[in-house]
T-cell receptor, first 112, second 112 residues
Framework: AQRVTQPEKLLSVFKGAPVELKCNYS??????LFWYVQYSRQRLQLLLR??SRESIKGFTADLNKGETSFHLKKPFAQEEDSAMYYC??????????????FGKGTKLSVIP | NAGVTQTPKFQVLKTGQSMTLQCAQD?????MSWYRQDPGMGLRLIHY???????DQGEVPNGYNVSRSTTEDFPLRLLSAAPSQTSVYFC???????????FGDGTRLSIL
């Protein structure tokens, strides 16, 4: 079974400091990995997917298959980045079905 | 486009009552799913559907029923509400289960 681990429940950084939100996954095949973000009182929205290899709002994430990681990074944190971040893995779960599995989330707090 | 619409936004139930959480999407997505979000637990998959007439269980299906009679609608039924089902419920849809998912605003459910 697939598993997603986000080791930090809360991460506090100062404005302008670099940010790294950690995500490790467990899956024997080739996963599809995503980062979703939930701003206060808003719905979850897709931030990044590994397959697109793009930068959104200054965030990037690189899939490291050797370390089974998909860490989210931003060189300079902004106050508006404060939110809940979820790493998610979409993978085949058997019997012709796929499941999207979420980590428990990391709350990022950017201190002015 | 409304995207994914969930109703109601808030609901308070007594133990043993039943109710249906509504979810509708206007993007013609085949894949729809229900999650519950609990503090420290992230999002956990309750049920999902890969198309009209097809549903399957996720990680935490007990106490919930779903049906998918149309592409647009995917209601979640609580058969006999229990305090352990107090949570925030999110509905999501996507073209495929492995691609980006679009989420609704959520339903905050309290069971007394």
């Amino acid at each position: 079974a697939q598993r997603v681990t986000q080791p930090e429940k809360l991460l506090s950084v100062f404005k302008g400091a670099p940010v790294e939100l950690k995500c490790n996954y467990s899956y024997s095949g080739s996963p599809e990995l995503f980062w979703y973000v939930q701003y206060s009182r808003q719905r979850l929205q897709l931030l990044l997917r590994h397959i697109s290899r793009e930068s959104i709002k200054g965030f990037t994430a690189d899939l490291n298959k050797g370390e089974t990681s998909f860490h989210l990074k931003k060189p300079f944190a902004q106050e508006e980045d404060s939110a809940m971040y979820y790493c998610a893995l979409s993978a085949y779960s058997g019997a012709g079905s796929y499941q999207l599995t979420f980590g428990k989330g990391t709350k990022l707090s950017v201190i002015p | 486009n409304a995207g994914v619409t969930q109703t109601p936004k808030f609901q308070v139930l007594k133990t043993g009552q039943s109710m249906t959480l509504q979810c509708a999407q206007d993007m013609n997505h085949e894949y729809m799913s229900w999650y519950r979000q609990d503090p420290g637990m992230g999002l956990r998959l309750i049920h999902y559907s890969v198309g009209a007439g097809i549903t399957d269980q996720g990680e935490v299906p007990n106490g919930y029923n779903v049906s998918r009679s149309t592409t647009e609608d995917f209601p979640l039924r609580l058969l006999s509400a229990a305090p352990s089902q107090t949570s925030v419920y999110f509905c999501a849809s996507g073209r495929t289960p492995v691609g980006p998912q679009h989420f609704g605003d959520g339903t905050r459910l309290s069971i007394l």
